[in-house]
C-alpha cells in the first residue's frame, strides 16, 4: 500500500453537470469532475501519469458556448461552465472514433474496448472490407520488449514517457504524417540501434498492448496467456537503494511481467531496466 | 537531457551545407573533428539551455541538406542532431513530416508537377503522364504529384527544385510537356516567369488600394515603394503611437482574412496586454489552401508592403522580432521578401531603431517544407520552434501563449498588408469601404473556367456574379467553389450571393480565403470531389484519430463514388455524414473540422451524385 500524498488544498469551483450542479477543485479536467461524480466517460489516450495529449478523442463532451466538442480528459472545468456528456452529438463522434479505430487496427488488446464498442453500438466492419488498416508485423527485435504497431493507436504516451515527461530519452517520436504516421526510433531502424535504455515505461503507459513484454507477446502467441489465472503482488525492488515498488505479475508461478504502481508518489509507475526485466535471477532454479 | 547520437557520418557536402547555416562546430561534442581537439574539449560540452534554444534551427538545418543534396541522410540527420542537442528520434520525426524533404535517396532533381483542382481541370493528369513517358527512370529527375502549387490562374504548374550550392529553382506556369521538362533539366535556362501583375487582370485601375501598387512598383527597388507611398503608414503609426495604433485598427472593422474572419484589432489589443515578454509577431504566409495564390502575388508584386505593414503590427503589439513563415514552394516569394527584409534593414527600416523612432525590429524568414497543416496557426508555432507541424490544442490561446510560449499575434499577408489603408485614409474611411459587418477591400483568387483567372479586389458586398462577369467566366458554369478545399460549393444559379462574412454565411457558404474557383459542365464532379478528399488525406497531421482516419474513409467512400449514383451511392452517402459530422465535431484543428464542408456542399446544393 503506497502513501499518496494530499498535495496542498486548492479551492473549489462549480459548474454543471448534466444538469446536475457540481464542485470541483481549481485546476481539475472536466474528466476529473466526471469521474468524482461516477460518470464514465470512455479514455484510451487519456494517462493518469502524463499530461493529456488528447489525440483519441473518444472523450469528448459537449460544452455550452462551444462550437465544436471538447476533450473532457484536457479541458479545464470552468466557474459557471454547462458540460453534457451524454448529448446525441458527443454519443456519436464517440461511436465514429471508436469505429475508425477499430476499423484501422487491432484493438483485441486493449482493455475495455469491446466493451465500448458495444455500449456505443459501433459497427468497424462497416466501412467495407476494403478499408485500409494499419497491417504491420509485430517486430521483435530484442529480447525484452515487443512492437506491434497493428495495434498502436497513436495516442502519443510512450513519446511523452520517453520524453520530456518520465525518462528523458527521446528514444521515441511520432514519424511520418497523416494515416501513415508511426511512432519510430529514430531513422526507423531496430530498437536495438536506438536510443533506448529499456526501462520498459513505454510498456507501462501503452493503452492497447502495441507495447508489450516479450514474455506476454510468447505467451499470447503460443496461447498460454492467461490474466484470470495472474495473480499480482507488489514489492520492493532490491536492486539498489532508491526503493521503488514493483508489481509482479505471477503465472504458473512464473513472474510473466513486472509492473509498478502508479500512485507511487516517488516513481508513479516508471522504472528502470532492472526493475522492469531483471527478473530473471528470481525464478532461476538450477 | 542524455542524449544519445547514432555513428553516421555526414559527407562533406552535408557538413558544409549545415556549417554555413550554423556557423563552424566550436568542439568534438558538437562534431568537430576529433583529431583538432580544442584545449578543455576534455572538461566542456555545450548543453542545457544554451543548447535547446538552438532548437528552432532544426527546420532551416534540414532546409540546408534538402537544398545542398536533395535528401536528408542519417549521416546528415545526426549531424545535425549533434549541432543542435536535439534528439535524433524527434528529428527523424520531424524531417519525415515534410512533403519536400526525403529521407531516402532520389535524384537531386525533383519537378513538382500539381494535381489540384485548378491544374485537374486544367489537364494536369495528361501532362504528368506526358512528363512521366518523357523522363523515364535514370532522367535525374524524380516527378512528383504535388497538391496546388499556388499558381492557379496559370494552371497547369510545375515547379523544379534542383538541389546544389546554390540550389535553383524553376516554375512553368501554364506547363507543357516540354517547358517542364525543360525547367527541371536545365532550371537555369528556363524562361523567366511573367511578373506579378500578369495575375492581376485589374492591373493598373486607380480605384485599386490593396493591388495599386502591383505592376506599378518595382519591387526590387525601396526607393520606388517610398516613391509610390510606402512608409506613410508606418510615419502615421509612430505618430499615434502603439495604442492609437490599435485603435484606429479596431475602429477600422478590420477583419482577419485568413478565413477565421477574427476582429483583428481585438486580437491585437489582447496580445499588446500581456504582461509576459518579449511579444512576437508570426505573419503567416504559408498559402497552401488549393486555389489561393493572392498572398504568393503581394509578395512578388509589392513585397515592401508587407514588411511596412509587419512593422506596423509589431509596433501596436509591442512586439521586436517578427516571423514571416513562408510557404516552401514560393521561391519568386522568398527571394523578393529576401531581398525587401534586407534593403529595409540596411536603410534603418528594419533593426535597432526603426525610422529613427528608438523601436526595435527585426523579420526573420522561416520556409515551410510542404505541410498544409501549418498554415494553422499553432501548427505554424510547432513548426518555427523546429517541432513537428502538430496544432496544438486550445485554450491556451496564441495571444497567451503562442511561439515558444509566450504572446503572439498571427495575421495573414492580406490581413496586414489591410492595415497600411486603414493608417493612410484613416479608421472612418476605410470602414466606410465594403459593409457595416464586413469593412474595406477584399481579395478573391478567381481561376477555373474563367477567360482571365488572376486576383481581383473588389469593395466586400460585391456579388458572386460580379466577380465572376469581371473574370469572364465562361459558358456552361456548372459550380463555384467558394473559399477553397475547406469551403464548399454553391450553384450557378445562386450568383447574387454577396461576397460578405455574413452574407456568405447566411447563404450557408463561406468565404474562407477568397477563392472562387469555377467549373463548368465539362468537369466531372465526383473526380473533383475525390480530389479534395485526397488532398485532405494527405494533409492531415495525423494527431488525433477523427481527421487521421476519418479522411481516409471519406477517401474510400468517394472512390467507390466515382462510378456511382443515386441509390447506388446512397449508402456511401449516410456514411460520409456520418463521418463527417464527427470529424467536424472532434478533431482538434481546423482540417479535420472543415475537411467535409466542400463534399457536403457538393451532394446537398449540387446533387453530385443524383
Not at chain 1, 156 to 183: E, H, L, P, T
Not at chain 2, 261 to 266: I, L, S
Not at chain 2, 480 to 506: C, K, M, S, Y
Not at chain 2, 580 to 593: E, F, H, K, P
Given at each position: 500500500?503506497t502513501?499518496?500524498?494530499l498535495?496542498i488544498?486548492?479551492?473549489?469551483?462549480?459548474?454543471?453537470l448534466?444538469?446536475?450542479?457540481?464542485?470541483?477543485?481549481?485546476?481539475?479536467?472536466?474528466?476529473d469532475a466526471?469521474?468524482?461524480?461516477g460518470?464514465?466517460i470512455?479514455?484510451l489516450?487519456?494517462?493518469?501519469?502524463?499530461t493529456?495529449?488528447?489525440?483519441?478523442?473518444?472523450c469528448?463532451v459537449?460544452v455550452?458556448?462551444?462550437r465544436?466538442l471538447?476533450?473532457?480528459?484536457?479541458?479545464?472545468?470552468?466557474p459557471?461552465?454547462?458540460?453534457?456528456t451524454?448529448t446525441?452529438r458527443?454519443r456519436?463522434?464517440r461511436?465514429?472514433?471508436?469505429e475508425?479505430?477499430?476499423?484501422?487496427?487491432d484493438?483485441?488488446?486493449t482493455?475495455?474496448?469491446?466493451e465500448?464498442?458495444?455500449e456505443?453500438e459501433?459497427?468497424?466492419d462497416?466501412?467495407?472490407p476494403?478499408?485500409?488498416?494499419v497491417?504491420?508485423?509485430p517486430?521483435?527485435?530484442n529480447?525484452?520488449y515487443?512492437?506491434d504497431?497493428?495495434k498502436?493507436?497513436l495516442?502519443?504516451?510512450c513519446?511523452?514517457?520517453?520524453g520530456d515527461?518520465?525518462?528523458?530519452?527521446f528514444?521515441?517520436?511520432?514519424?511520418?504524417?497523416?494515416?501513415d504516421?508511426?511512432?519510430?526510433?529514430?531513422?526507423d531502424?531496430?530498437?536495438t540501434?536506438?536510443?533506448?535504455v529499456?526501462c520498459?515505461?513505454?510498456i507501462?503507459v501503452?493503452?492497447?498492448?502495441?507495447l508489450?513484454f516479450k514474455s506476454?507477446?510468447?505467451?499470447?502467441a503460443?496461447?498460454?496467456?492467461?490474466?484470470?489465472?495472474?495473480t499480482?503482488?507488489t514489492?520492493v525492488c532490491a536492486y539498489c537503494?532508491?526503493?521503488?515498488n514493483?508489481?509482479?505479475?505471477?503465472?504458473d508461478?512464473?513472474?510473466?511481467k513486472?509492473?509498478?504502481?502508479?500512485d507511487?508518489?516517488?516513481t508513479?509507475?516508471?522504472l528502470?531496466i532492472?526493475g522492469?526485466f531483471?527478473y530473471?535471477?528470481?525464478?532461476?532454479?538450477? | 537531457?542524455d542524449l544519445?547520437?547514432?555513428d553516421?557520418?555526414?559527407t562533406?557536402e552535408?557538413?558544409?551545407?549545415?556549417?554555413a547555416?550554423l556557423?563552424?562546430?566550436?568542439s568534438?561534442?558538437?562534431?568537430?573533428?576529433r583529431?583538432?581537439?580544442r584545449a578543455?574539449?576534455l572538461?566542456?560540452?555545450?548543453?542545457?539551455r544554451e543548447?535547446r534554444?538552438?532548437r528552432?534551427?532544426?527546420?532551416?538545418?534540414?532546409h540546408?541538406?534538402?537544398?545542398?543534396v536533395g535528401?536528408?541522410?542519417e549521416?546528415?540527420?545526426?549531424?545535425?542532431c549533434?549541432?543542435l542537442?536535439?534528439?535524433?528520434?524527434?528529428?527523424y520525426?520531424?524531417?519525415?513530416f515534410?512533403?519536400?524533404?526525403?529521407?531516402?535517396?532520389?535524384?537531386?532533381?525533383?519537378?513538382?508537377?500539381?494535381t489540384?483542382?485548378a491544374?485537374?481541370a486544367?489537364?494536369?493528369g495528361?501532362l504528368c503522364a506526358?512528363?512521366?513517358s518523357?523522363?523515364?527512370?535514370?532522367?535525374?529527375v524524380?516527378?512528383?504529384r504535388?497538391?496546388?502549387?499556388?499558381?492557379c490562374e496559370r494552371?497547369?504548374a510545375?515547379?523544379?527544385i534542383?538541389a546544389?550550392?546554390?540550389?535553383?529553382?524553376?516554375?512553368s506556369a501554364?506547363a507543357t510537356?516540354?517547358?517542364?521538362v525543360?525547367a527541371a533539366?536545365?532550371?537555369d535556362?528556363?524562361?523567366e516567369?511573367?511578373?506579378?501583375?500578369?495575375?492581376?487582370?485589374?492591373?493598373?485601375?486607380?480605384s485599386?488600394?490593396?493591388l495599386r501598387r502591383?505592376?506599378?512598383?518595382?519591387?526590387?527597388?525601396?526607393?520606388?515603394?517610398?516613391a509610390?507611398?510606402g512608409?506613410?503608414?508606418?510615419?502615421?503609426?509612430?505618430?499615434?503611437?502603439?495604442a492609437g495604433?490599435?485603435?484606429?485598427v479596431?475602429?477600422?472593422?478590420?477583419?482577419?482574412?485568413?478565413g477565421?474572419?477574427f476582429?483583428?484589432?481585438?486580437k491585437?489589443?489582447?496580445?499588446?496586454s500581456?504582461?509576459d515578454r518579449?511579444?512576437?509577431?508570426?505573419?503567416n504566409?504559408?498559402?497552401?489552401?488549393?486555389?489561393?495564390?493572392k498572398?504568393?502575388?503581394i509578395?512578388?508584386g509589392?513585397p515592401?508592403?508587407?514588411?511596412?505593414a509587419?512593422?506596423i503590427?509589431a509596433?501596436?503589439?509591442?512586439?521586436h522580432?517578427?516571423?514571416?513563415y513562408l510557404?516552401g514552394?514560393y521561391?519568386r516569394a522568398?527571394?523578393?521578401?529576401r531581398?525587401a527584409?534586407?534593403?529595409a534593414?540596411?536603410r534603418?527600416l528594419?533593426g535597432?531603431?526603426v525610422l529613427?523612432?528608438?523601436y526595435?525590429?527585426?523579420i526573420e524568414?522561416r520556409?515551410?517544407a510542404?505541410?498544409?497543416?501549418c498554415?494553422?496557426?499553432t501548427?505554424?508555432?510547432?513548426?518555427?520552434?523546429?517541432?513537428?507541424?502538430e496544432?496544438?490544442?486550445?485554450?491556451p490561446?496564441?495571444?497567451?501563449k503562442g511561439?515558444f510560449?509566450?504572446?503572439?499575434v498571427?495575421?495573414?499577408?492580406?490581413t496586414?498588408?489591410?492595415v497600411?489603408?486603414?493608417l493612410t485614409?484613416?479608421?472612418?474611411?476605410?470602414?466606410a469601404?465594403g459593409?457595416g459587418r464586413s469593412?474595406?477591400?477584399?481579395l478573391?483568387c478567381?481561376?477555373?473556367s474563367v477567360?482571365?483567372?488572376?486576383?481581383?479586389?473588389?469593395?466586400?458586398?460585391?456579388t458572386?456574379?460580379e466577380?465572376?462577369?469581371?473574370?469572364e467566366?465562361?459558358?456552361?458554369?456548372?459550380a463555384?467553389?467558394l473559399?477553397?478545399?475547406?469551403?464548399?460549393?454553391?450553384r450557378?444559379?445562386e450568383?447574387?450571393?454577396?461576397?460578405t462574412f455574413?452574407?456568405t454565411r447566411?447563404?450557408g457558404?463561406?468565404?474562407g480565403s477568397?477563392v472562387?474557383?469555377?467549373f463548368d459542365?465539362t468537369?466531372?464532379?465526383?473526380?473533383?470531389l475525390l480530389?479534395i478528399?485526397?488532398?485532405?488525406?494527405d494533409e492531415?497531421?495525423?494527431?488525433c484519430?477523427?481527421?487521421?482516419?476519418?479522411?481516409?474513409?471519406?477517401e474510400?467512400?468517394?472512390?467507390r463514388?466515382?462510378?456511382?449514383?443515386g441509390?447506388?451511392?446512397?449508402g456511401?452517402?449516410a456514411l460520409?455524414?456520418?463521418?463527417?459530422?464527427a470529424?467536424?465535431?472532434?478533431s482538434?484543428c481546423?482540417?479535420?473540422q472543415?475537411?467535409?464542408?466542400?463534399v457536403?456542399?457538393a451532394i446537398d446544393?449540387?446533387?453530385a451524385?443524383e
Amino acid at each position: 500500500m503506497t502513501v499518496t500524498p494530499l498535495g496542498i488544498p486548492r479551492r473549489l469551483l462549480e459548474f454543471t453537470l448534466d444538469g446536475e450542479p457540481v464542485r470541483a477543485p481549481e485546476g481539475s479536467t472536466i474528466l476529473d469532475a466526471c469521474r468524482a461524480a461516477g460518470k464514465d466517460i470512455p479514455t484510451l489516450c487519456e494517462g493518469d501519469t502524463l499530461t493529456p495529449k488528447n489525440a483519441c478523442r473518444v472523450c469528448v463532451v459537449e460544452v455550452e458556448g462551444s462550437r465544436t466538442l471538447v476533450p473532457a480528459c484536457s479541458r479545464r472545468a470552468e466557474p459557471g461552465m454547462e458540460v453534457r456528456t451524454g448529448t446525441e452529438r458527443a454519443r456519436h463522434s464517440r461511436k465514429v472514433v471508436l469505429e475508425l479505430l477499430a476499423s484501422s487496427v487491432d484493438l483485441s488488446t486493449t482493455p475495455r474496448a469491446a466493451e465500448w464498442i458495444k455500449e456505443y453500438e459501433a459497427k468497424p466492419d462497416r466501412f467495407g472490407p476494403d478499408a485500409a488498416r494499419v497491417d504491420e508485423e509485430p517486430r521483435v527485435d530484442n529480447d525484452l520488449y515487443v512492437r506491434d504497431y497493428g495495434k498502436c493507436i497513436l495516442c502519443y504516451k510512450c513519446v511523452d514517457a520517453c520524453g520530456d515527461q518520465w525518462q528523458n530519452s527521446f528514444a521515441i517520436s511520432v514519424a511520418g504524417r497523416g494515416f501513415d504516421a508511426r511512432i519510430a526510433v529514430e531513422h526507423d531502424g531496430p530498437l536495438t540501434e536506438s536510443a533506448c535504455v529499456y526501462c520498459g515505461n513505454c510498456i507501462e503507459v501503452c493503452p492497447t498492448g502495441a507495447l508489450s513484454f516479450k514474455s506476454e507477446f510468447d505467451m499470447r502467441a503460443a496461447g498460454t496467456w492467461n490474466e484470470a489465472a495472474q495473480t499480482r503482488t507488489t514489492t520492493v525492488c532490491a536492486y539498489c537503494g532508491v526503493g521503488c515498488n514493483l508489481t509482479l505479475h505471477v503465472q504458473d508461478n512464473e513472474i510473466v511481467k513486472v509492473s509498478s504502481p502508479h500512485d507511487n508518489p516517488v516513481t508513479h509507475g516508471n522504472l528502470c531496466i532492472k526493475g522492469r526485466f531483471g527478473y530473471q535471477h528470481v525464478q532461476n532454479r538450477d | 537531457m542524455d542524449l544519445r547520437f547514432g555513428d553516421g557520418k555526414p559527407t562533406d557536402e552535408e557538413r558544409a551545407a549545415v556549417d554555413a547555416l550554423l556557423g563552424p562546430p566550436e568542439s568534438s561534442w558538437e562534431g568537430a573533428d576529433r583529431d583538432g581537439m580544442r584545449a578543455g574539449d576534455l572538461r566542456w560540452a555545450r548543453g542545457g539551455r544554451e543548447a535547446r534554444d538552438r532548437r528552432d534551427q532544426l527546420l532551416p538545418g534540414l532546409h540546408a541538406v534538402n537544398d545542398r543534396v536533395g535528401w536528408i541522410s542519417e549521416g546528415a540527420l545526426d549531424y545535425l542532431c549533434r549541432r543542435l542537442t536535439v534528439p535524433p528520434s524527434e528529428a527523424y520525426g520531424v524531417a519525415t513530416f515534410y512533403a519536400m524533404f526525403s529521407v531516402r535517396p532520389r535524384p537531386a532533381t525533383v519537378l513538382h508537377v500539381c494535381t489540384d483542382l485548378a491544374c485537374a481541370a486544367a489537364g494536369a493528369g495528361a501532362l504528368c503522364a506526358g512528363i512521366e513517358s518523357r523522363l523515364g527512370p535514370g532522367s535525374g529527375v524524380s516527378v512528383e504529384r504535388s497538391p496546388c502549387l499556388g499558381l492557379c490562374e496559370r494552371a497547369p504548374a510545375a515547379l523544379a527544385i534542383r538541389a546544389g550550392e546554390p540550389v535553383r529553382t524553376a516554375v512553368s506556369a501554364p506547363a507543357t510537356v516540354d517547358s517542364a521538362v525543360l525547367a527541371a533539366s536545365a532550371p537555369d535556362a528556363a524562361p523567366e516567369e511573367p511578373a506579378a501583375a500578369m495575375a492581376v487582370p485589374q492591373a493598373g485601375d486607380p480605384s485599386l488600394t490593396l493591388l495599386r501598387r502591383v505592376g506599378a512598383v518595382d519591387p526590387a527597388s525601396l526607393d520606388d515603394y517610398r516613391a509610390h507611398g510606402g512608409y506613410a503608414a508606418l510615419r502615421r503609426a509612430f505618430a499615434l503611437g502603439p495604442a492609437g495604433v490599435i485603435r484606429e485598427v479596431t475602429d477600422s472593422g478590420l477583419l482577419g482574412r485568413g478565413g477565421a474572419a477574427f476582429p483583428t484589432g481585438r486580437k491585437w489589443q489582447a496580445t499588446a496586454s500581456q504582461p509576459d515578454r518579449p511579444h512576437y509577431l508570426v505573419c503567416n504566409a504559408d498559402e497552401s489552401e488549393p486555389g489561393t495564390f493572392k498572398d504568393r502575388v503581394i509578395m512578388e508584386g509589392d513585397p515592401y508592403a508587407l514588411v511596412e505593414a509587419m512593422t506596423i503590427a509589431a509596433y501596436a503589439t509591442g512586439a521586436h522580432r517578427g516571423y514571416l513563415y513562408l510557404r516552401g514552394e514560393y521561391p519568386r516569394a522568398l527571394h523578393r521578401m529576401r531581398h525587401a527584409i534586407d534593403r529595409a534593414r540596411a536603410r534603418g527600416l528594419l533593426g535597432d531603431d526603426v525610422l529613427g523612432q528608438g523601436y526595435a525590429f527585426d523579420i526573420e524568414i522561416r520556409r515551410g517544407a510542404g505541410a498544409y497543416i501549418c498554415g494553422e496557426e499553432t501548427a505554424l508555432f510547432n513548426s518555427i520552434e523546429g517541432y513537428r507541424g502538430e496544432p496544438r490544442s486550445k485554450p491556451p490561446f496564441p495571444v497567451e501563449k503562442g511561439l515558444f510560449g509566450k504572446p503572439t499575434v498571427e495575421n495573414n499577408v492580406e490581413t496586414l498588408v489591410n492595415v497600411l489603408p486603414v493608417l493612410t485614409m484613416g479608421a472612418p474611411a476605410y470602414a466606410a469601404i465594403g459593409t457595416g459587418r464586413s469593412t474595406g477591400p477584399k481579395l478573391f483568387c478567381v481561376s477555373g473556367s474563367v477567360g482571365r483567372p488572376g486576383i481581383y479586389e473588389l469593395p466586400f458586398g460585391a456579388t458572386l456574379g460580379e466577380l465572376l462577369e469581371l473574370a469572364e467566366v465562361r459558358d456552361g458554369l456548372r459550380a463555384v467553389l467558394l473559399g477553397g478545399a475547406a469551403g464548399g460549393f454553391v450553384r450557378a444559379d445562386e450568383l447574387d450571393i454577396p461576397l460578405t462574412f455574413e452574407g456568405t454565411r447566411q447563404a450557408g457558404a463561406t468565404l474562407g480565403s477568397g477563392v472562387v474557383m469555377a467549373f463548368d459542365d465539362t468537369v466531372p464532379l465526383p473526380r473533383l470531389l475525390l480530389r479534395i478528399a485526397q488532398f485532405f488525406r494527405d494533409e492531415s497531421c495525423g494527431q488525433c484519430v477523427p481527421c487521421r482516419v476519418g479522411t481516409v474513409r471519406q477517401e474510400e467512400a468517394l472512390t467507390r463514388m466515382v462510378e456511382r449514383t443515386g441509390s447506388g451511392a446512397a449508402g456511401d452517402i449516410a456514411l460520409l455524414r456520418e463521418v463527417g459530422s464527427a470529424m467536424r465535431d472532434a478533431s482538434i484543428c481546423g482540417l479535420g473540422q472543415t475537411a467535409w464542408n466542400a463534399v457536403e456542399s457538393a451532394i446537398d446544393r449540387l446533387g453530385a451524385y443524383e
